[in-house]
């Protein structure tokens, strides 16, 4: 009975397509008949230059409307121009993004450029005026943008990838950012007034991070035209990046943790190892139950009732487990992050946002491979099985393209906030920026050597070598999301003094993005072709 009922209700899905796609034909028949000017002035309406046009319109309308609605419904003195402090922030996101896609279009830069530029005018020419609750708002967005990121990351990383890793793979991620991190910390310390060591390997494991919003789409870049596939230079440099990060940003909380932890030094040395079993435990839990709740598109296919199933799509039922995994995923992360500064325990909320987010990612793929095992064929013929196998991969990328739709809104908060923190009037007391390029430059050439010695012996060649140096040095994303957390906690649980070098190291960092980020991706471009081999 039920094999009977599932073939007529897949003769009748079939007959319903059929009869969509016939209907759909002779409309456009019809139209072609009936209806040739209305044809011809909606593809005049769809070139190029009006397309432009209509889709400048659009986001000028969408600016508008989104100013009217706040201007409407918030207090006069939050929206007045200038000085109000949502109408400031307002502004800087809509400068922002326009500054980006300029700095894009016109100079081909990376868009985090135009965005920081934005901020750093918009703060120094007194546009920029945030206080009360709205200062609060701004700390909250910007571990939004903190959180999206971390999960990207642990999303990104792929167990079968790293059980794989080769001894130069593994040697790329941790030496080159350790070595990095330890050196610029330590010069910090010597060299910055008032720095202790552990403010230094702080600003340090903030710097080592190598960034993938410039490093990823350089790196496609060459690769559509056939250049570091010959050794796999590209896959490497991906790969080796997220892994990178993933030590920066959990050595990074974990030094938070010792910070502004209370108590004697020894509880303060037991931070560190507290953190990470905290952190390690919780993302391990939330990530298990991530696997299976909510369910598995084809465990919505197979066991929902027959009525539900005729009035269910394909995309309805990808839709909604895409929306409530994002959702769990994001907000879990979100309160991991958050919860984990109210608790006093600021380290184990970022490492468990990446582990559960990996846990998830590795659950999510595992079951599909299982499935796919142990349903070679599919008996129920409710479903066409080449829909399952679409929803199933569709599945397990749809909500890394959430999350990377979330990365794209949250960038100018991240980028253009992170420029409100650079003040001239800091940058005029006496030689901060001469002293923050020794750190930067300190660190950077350790960097370079030990990266040079991490893959010496594994088969590339000097020029190889040479533009892996290159690709290693843009920093960006996580300098702009951990900087400013820094700066948050400290204005929340430290003192004056800690307040002081939280500033200094979001002033440096700051100058570690405009320096590095274009530097990094113009060598990409640059030296890509005349470094590594072509695929033949």
Known sequence: MGDRNGSKFGSELHHNQDDARVQFTDSNSA?????????????????????????????????????????VNISPELMAMPGGSLASIFVLYVTGTVAGWLITKVGGLPPLLGMMLAGIALQNSGLYNVTGWCF????????????????????????????????????LTVLPCVAEAVAAGVAAHFILPDFSLVWGLTLGFTLSAVSPAVLVPSLFRLKRVGYG??????????????????????AFGILLGVLFSNGSLTSKIIQGPIDVAIGTMVGLIWGCILIFVP??????????????????????????????????????????????????????????????????????????????????VISDDRVNREDVEEIEEDGELAVVQVFEHAWTCLQPVLFAFIGTDLKFELLKRGDMIFLGLIVLGFGLVIRLMVTTCSVVGSGFSRKEILFINIAWLPKATVQAALAPVALDIARNLGTAEDVECATRLVTIAVISILLTAPVGAFGIQLFGPRLLPRNS
């Open 229 to 250: 596939e010959v050794k796999g230079i590209n896959t490497l440099l991906i790969a080796a990046s997220s892994l990178d990060d993933a030590v920066s940003i959990s």
């Open 295 to 376: 369910p598995s598109p084809w465990a919505m296919i197979y066991n929902t009732r027959e009525k539900k199933v005729q009035n269910t799509t394909k995309s309805e039922i990808e839709n909604s487990i895409t929306a409530k995994r994002s959702f769990l995923l994001g907000a879990g992360g979100f309160l991991a992050v958050t919860g984990s500064q109210w608790c006093g325990y600021p380290g184990a909320g970022p490492l468990a946002c990446i582990i559960s987010a990996f846990v998830a990612a590795t659950g999510w793929r595992k079951r599909t491979a299982e499935h796919r095992r142990n349903n070679p």
């Open 136 to 171: 609060h708002l701004v700390s909250t967005m910007r571990e939004a943008a903190l959180t999206v990121i971390l999960i990207k990351g642990g999303l990104e990383l792929n167990a079968g990838q790293l059980r794989r890793l080769s001894g130069v793979v593994a040697r």
């Open 31 to 71: 139209a072609g008949v009936s209806g040739g000017d209305a044809l011809a002035s909606a593809s005049c309406c769809d070139n190029r230059l009006p397309a432009t046009a209509a889709n400048l319109v659009a986001a000028i309308l969408a600016v508008v409307i989104a100013w009217t609605l706040l201007y």
